[in-house]
């Protein structure tokens, strides 16, 4: 794929607030990692079943960071979104399936909640779904306006 195609994205002014949405929310998310490493990050994935706990979440949280820094400035929107949606679509099958089907599934916990099945898992997966479709969004429609990709896309003669 050329570089241009990779970059292009239309001047919509409103995909700046999917950006400023997705962007910070992962970047936070990943810094906690690093803040907060029992509660978010290694020893979290320690208790879901994730393996390699101390790694995975020193990868997680570093892509958090580095990906979530390049949606909000809008720079390779399309590429950068890519290993969020893989970090989302993992968090769901490994939280979020285990509340659907009320058990253990591969190894992966089952968090203590008053109740399971499809509306607690609803309830419990509400802010992976929106950064999930805000990122499919991205890639979808680029950066928009007022982000690094329009500009350098911009500069680059057509080929």
């Known amino acids: 794929m050329k570089l241009q195609s990779s ?3 239309t001047p919509d002014k409103a995909i ?3 950006r400023l949405l997705v962007g910070s929310v992962f970047l936070f998310e990943g810094i906690q990692k690093f803040l907060y490493p029992a509660l978010r990050g290694a020893g979290r994935f320690e208790r879901i079943g994730i393996p390699f706990p101390e790694f995975s979440a020193t990868l997680v949280g570093g892509f958090e960071i580095i990906f979530g820094l390049l949606v909000l400035a809008g ?3 399309r590429f950068s979104v ?3 949606i893989v970090i989302m679509l993992t968090a769901i099958f490994t939280t979020k399936i285990p509340i659907l089907i009320g058990s253990e599934l591969l ?3 089952l968090r203590e909640l008053d109740y399971y099945g499809f509306l ?3 309830h419990e997966s509400r802010n992976d779904l929106a950064m999930l479709l805000g990122s499919i969004f991205l890639l979808i429609k680029g950066g928009g306006a007022w982000s690094v990709d329009l500009y350098l896309n911009k ?3 057509n080929q």
Do not use: D, E, R, V
Request: avoid cysteine.
């Open 7 to 9: 970059l292009a994205t």
């Open 16 to 18: 700046i607030l999917i």
């Open 75 to 77: 720079l390779l929107t």
């Open 82 to 84: 890519i290993p969020l």
């Open 107 to 109: 190894g992966f916990s």
């Open 120 to 122: 607690s898992m609803m």
């Open 155 to 157: 500069k680059i003669p």
